[in-house]
Each structure stands twice: as C-alpha cells, then as structure tokens.
C-alpha cells in the first residue's frame, strides 16, 4: 500500500492567490481528516469526512477555507485567496471507521504539505 | 482551548534513560487515546494506544500508563535510543475518532 498520498509536498505562493492542497487516501478507507500544523498552534484539525460526507468542519479557520472530496479516494483543501499566517505544514490522514460508537481506528498520516504564502 | 494538555514541552536524556511524557483531558466523552511519534519532514505515525478499560499498555520499549479516576496518562520510553529523538504527541478521540492532540514533546537523547 502506498498510504495516503498529499500533493504537492511544497508550495510557495503570493499572498491572495489560490492555494489546492489535495489528498489521495489509503485504499478502503472510509474516513479523512484534514490537520494544520504550526509551531505557534501545533496540530489543528481543520475538518473531517466520513463516507465522503463532511461530519465537522468547525476547526476551519474561516470562509477562505473550504475543502471537498468528490469520492472515496480524493479530496482537496483550497484557500481563496491565501494570506501569510495561512503558511503551515498540511497533513491530511485517513482511518476506517466501522461506526459512530465503535471503536476508531489508527489514523495514517500523508507526509504533509508545506505552505509558504508569501 | 487545548482540550489534551501534555507536559514538558522538551526533554532531553541520555541513551538508557527513561524520558516520561504525562497527558491530561477534561472530556470523558474521549475513548481511545493514542500516541503519535513525528520525525523531522514526516506525519506523525502512530506509536501505540490504549483504551479507558485497561491501566498498561505495552509495546517493545514504550509503555502507556492510564488514570481514568485522574484523567491523566503518560508515555514512557524504556531504555531509550538517539533513534527515538523525535516529537511525541498524546492525542486523546471520541467515537467519530476524531482526534485532539497535546501540544507536542521534543524528546532529545543523547549518546
């Protein structure tokens, strides 16, 4: 298995240019989280799908932030339009959840994005 | 607010030493509590986990212990390596396994 696959691994950009982070899960499973890490912060889960369908968006920073995930094995984070404090490293993780209640299961981590937003 | 919050924020110890990182949480809704180690340019990968039912765990070197009357648990790595030189975070996730993680231990052994 490959794990969870992120592209890009780095991106600069200037500021109030679009930024699309995208994420490829780890095959079969059904769960996918989007984290922000900053040294000021630390991990910050920005939002999480279950089954494709966004269960908790509440850690997204703010409008300039969306992100979708169009089927099992894709999803994407966009910032429109980035600004500098949005530089952090982007890690997006999937797991497989057998249901609400049961047990969740580990969560595999991609090697991350690097946003510099200059 | 910082819903696991994990103590010391570095620790440096000599190859053999036993480095000890201890977490607390409020939230009793939170039923599975994991360990993540992150090496420097990597996603953190997760070490070992317990849940609320047993006190131990243990994997090879590393143990967790669990309070569930305090709230607290902690990591500890036996006869530690330079190789374990990383960043440990505890991480605490309800039924949705959504995880909330500690602010991070930079863990430093030295030869």
């Known amino acids: 298995d490959a794990g969870v696959i992120q592209s890009p691994r780095h991106e600069v950009t200037e500021m109030g240019q679009e930024v699309t982070l995208r994420c490829k899960p780890i095959?079969?499973?059904?769960?996918l989280f989007w984290y922000r890490q900053t040294m000021m912060r630390g991990l910050e889960l920005l939002i999480y799908f279950n089954n494709n369908v966004p269960i908790d968006d509440s850690g997204m920073p703010e409008d300039r932030f969306s992100a979708k995930m169009p089927n099992a094995s894709f999803s994407t984070l966009k910032i429109q339009p980035s600004e500098p404090r949005d530089s952090a490293v982007y890690f997006c993780?999937?797991?497989?959840?057998?249901?609400?209640?049961?047990?969740?299961?580990?969560?595999?981590f991609g090697p991350g994005t690097r946003l510099t937003v200059l | 607010q910082q819903q696991v919050k994990q103590s010391p924020q570095s620790l440096i110890v000599q190859k053999g030493g036993i480095p000890i990182i201890n977490c607390a949480y409020e939230n009793t809704a939170f039923d599975y509590f994991p360990w993540y180690q992150q090496f420097p340019g990597k996603g953190p990968a997760l070490l070992i986990a317990?849940?609320?039912?047993?006190s131990e765990k243990k994997e090879g070197r590393f143990t967790i212990s669990f309070n569930k009357s305090a709230k607290q648990f902690s990591l500890h790595i036996m006869d530690s390596q330079p190789g374990d030189s990383a960043t440990y975070f505890c991480a605490a996730s309800d039924s949705w396994g959504k995880l909330q993680f500690g602010a991070g231990t930079q863990v430093v052994v030295t030869p």
């Open positions: 095959s079969g499973h059904n769960s």
């Open positions: 317990i849940r609320p039912d047993v």
């Open positions: 993780a999937s797991s497989f959840l057998v249901g609400q209640g049961n047990s969740p299961d580990t969560q595999y």
